[in-house]
């Protein structure tokens, strides 16, 4: 039977990103689907890797396998959150993916439902489910992706910040399964190593 949920590593382009300080060629995977059932057409994500690593390189002791999986996500008022690109974010300053390919970071971006998508899809808990679905689809492939999946990182700032924190909170939590089973995730576990979570939003009563 054919796994919806393979990684094709031969779909890709080469990019570059250069500004005053920092300077990063890369290999972008983009509009991968991390679920065989998506409700909406933003659950898909994007997977980055500095160029170096496919040449047999290293970057601050990180190699093809060993880089930490950088998480971040964007999104802000538990709206939904499509995938982040390298390059400039909403004020036009250098985003924090260019920031970690420098670093040596794998970076991988996944699309999120949020409280403006239609219907039932965009309701709670479709945010945190959206993540999980994307951090088990990363686990699913971890033989054919570069990066480390034991050492996955999540970021976010406002709801996007609680979304952080939840993901690291409930990794592997059996409230969220049948939703994951709903969409089609696969079955691998959705823990992570660590959560970077600026200005989280989660008292919503106040």
Request: hydrophobic share 30%; with cysteine; aromatic share 10%.
């Amino acid at each position: 039977m054919r796994d919806c949920l393979r990684f094709d590593s031969t779909v890709y382009e080469i990019r570059t990103y250069e500004a005053e300080d920092v300077s990063v060629t890369y290999r972008a995977f983009e509009g991968i689907p991390y679920c065989e059932h998506p409700e909406d057409e933003i659950q898909k994500l994007n997977l980055y890797a500095p160029e170096k690593y496919f040449e047999g390189g290293e970057i601050n002791g990180y190699s093809l396998h060993t880089a930490p999986i950088f998480l971040p996500n964007s999104v802000g008022g538990y709206m939904p959150g499509p995938c982040e690109k390298p390059g400039k974010d909403h004020k036009g300053n250098t985003n924090t993916l260019v920031y970690a390919l420098a670093r040596g970071y794998v970076v991988a971006s996944v699309g999120i439902r949020g409280r403006t998508t239609p219907g039932r899809a965009g309701k709670a808990p479709a945010f945190a489910v959206d993540m999980k679905a994307g951090i088990r689809y990363l686990r699913h492939n971890k033989e054919l992706i570069p990066g480390n999946t034991d050492h996955m990182i999540t970021n976010g700032t406002s709801a996007g910040g609680a979304l952080s924190a939840l993901t690291g909170a409930s990794g592997n939590h059996p409230d969220y399964e049948k939703y994951l089973i709903e969409i089609g995730a696969a079955e691998e576990r959705d823990d992570i190593y660590a959560a970077s979570c600026y200005c989280p939003i989660h008292n919503l009563e106040h």
